[in-house]
């Protein structure tokens, strides 16, 4: 299901400031190679992670699902000079792929991957964030967003990706489990009063919250 109309996304994107060389590629190589390529942020939604970064320009970014690298690179455009991002990574082929283009990238010193389950690395993570941008197994939204509010600085952002899963939670009954994780996790996020949020209609849909 198409969320956004096609034409309008093509607009968007033709009158957004272009991908540079690097992100081209990572486009361009994970639409020809990854059997998941859907997965990628993309242009669009990567110009406004950047945007939103540069806005922010936090220390300390944490992502949690790498995938091949976009999104990392589209969030550290905005890093403080001495910031550092951390991103989490369950698969060990994809977080290979995106540390061949982190090591390409001007910010090779400042992105610290981890691969394992964030559950399990989340806890280890000592640092206190300034921008986080959620993105990984949808089943565990609730459970990273619980172990990521306490050590998000006030007014500190959370983003969450796919918040529509592909229209399904529009549907007037949700059917299957990613589905259903997301409309609990939508659901629980509207109850707390924790934070300010707010939905942002791009693409297969953000969550974004402020830490009140």
């Known amino acids: 299901m198409d969320i956004i109309h096609p034409k309008a996304q093509a607009y968007a994107e033709d009158f957004s400031t272009p991908e540079d060389d690097l992100l081209r590629e990572i486009n361009i190589y994970t639409a020809t190679n990854h059997p998941e390529h859907h997965m990628l942020s993309g242009h669009l939604q990567g110009k406004l992670l950047e945007m939103i970064s540069r806005m922010t320009q936090p220390k300390r970014i944490l992502e949690i699902g790498t995938f091949t690298g976009y999104s990392a690179l589209c969030l550290a455009k905005g890093l403080a000079a001495n910031g550092q991002l951390h991103t989490i990574e369950l698969r060990d082929q994809d977080a290979a792929i995106a540390k061949g283009f982190f090591n390409r990238s001007t910010y090779a010193d400042q992105i610290i991957l981890h691969t394992g389950n964030a559950l399990n690395v989340l806890p280890k993570l000592d640092e206190t964030w300034d921008l986080v941008f959620i993105d990984a197994d949808k089943a565990s939204y609730i459970e990273y967003f619980k172990l990521v509010l306490p050590k998000l600085r006030q007014n500190g952002f959370i983003l969450a990706d796919n918040i529509f899963f592909h229209g399904q939670v529009l549907a007037d009954v949700v059917k299957g ?25 791009l693409r297969d849909g953000l969550y974004l919250m402020r830490k009140l």
């Open 177 to 201: 489990k990613s589905a259903v994780a997301i409309k609990a996790f939508n659901e629980f996020i509207r109850e707390s009063n924790e934070i300010d949020k707010m939905i942002i209609t």
